[in-house]
């Protein structure tokens, strides 16, 4: 990939590849890498030290395969390890290249979505442990009341193959009636974690038809947009091939599995060691 300058895509997992499957149909133009680092997934219940650390491991790999631009399409690495890596890091590495991660993307945005100005927060129990949503809308929406709720049993089924099955309705039910409980004013419901798009035909079930549901594909690859049309300078430097390049840090046999299903294309993926 010595001549490629692709725009990275970065997970712990498999989740980015839905945001990845927005960002293609979004700008096909362009070439992709992304990196699912599985074999030290998840990443969600690690420290934010761990985190950052495995997170530069692949951003640094990410450079080195000529990315100019990558994006951490994972809540947990854009909760734990994006600011220290922007602010700290990337400096040491090279001054023109790009970290981008889902949150600020989302947060700057979803204030406008919502008429109540009552958001719910579905995600991992890392990511709502963090604060990272309440916080960052607060910047943008200080007017908005932001609920989260933890799903704990969402990744765990959908990453089972799962998510079709009758079991995930009652997890979905009860998560879902439990969050709009604890806030009967919500109108907008964000997808906090780049898994669940999976199951939307199942929230949508459970979900009063007056309520939204968000998920960060379409609003993460709106903004890469933007931001490509904002920095001629660093869209220069991402090559327009239209390749896709998957890798990941753990058996290609089973991420191609998982992949193909995040994705809804078939992916076939190398190996690599970090």
Known sequence: MA??????????????????RSIVNKLPQYDYLYLGDNA??????????????????????????????????????????????????????????????????????????SKSKHVGILGTRGTV???????????FSPDVTVVQHACPMWVPLIENYEYNGGGVDYFIKRDIEELLSEDPAIDTILLACTHYPILMEKIRKYT??????????????NSLADYLHRHPEIERNCTKGGG???????ST???DAH???????PVKSMQVHI
């Open 244 to 250: 896709r390049v998957f890798m990941t840090t753990d």
């Open 129 to 139: 442990a963090s604060q990272s949503y309440p916080i960052e809308i607060e910047k």
């Open 3 to 20: 001549d490629l300058h692709p725009i990275g895509v970065f997970d712990s997992g498999y989740g980015g590849l839905t945001v990845l």
């Open 259 to 265: 992949a193909s299903v995040f994705y809804e294309q």
């Open 253 to 255: 046999e089973d991420f």
């Open 208 to 221: 009063p038809g007056n309520i939204q549901v968000l998920s960060q594909g379409e609003i993460v690859a």
């Open 40 to 113: 030290r997934a998840p990443y969600g219940s690690r420290s934010f030290a761990t985190v950052h650390q495995y997170t530069l491991e692949c951003v640094r790999y990410f450079y080195k395969q000529g990315c100019k631009l990558v994006v951490l399409a994972c809540n947990t690495a854009s909760a734990k390890a994006l600011r220290t890596i922007q602010q700290n890091d990337l400096s040491s590495i090279d001054s023109s290249f790009r970290v981008l991660g889902v949150i600020r993307p989302t947060t700057e945005r979803i204030g406008n979505m």
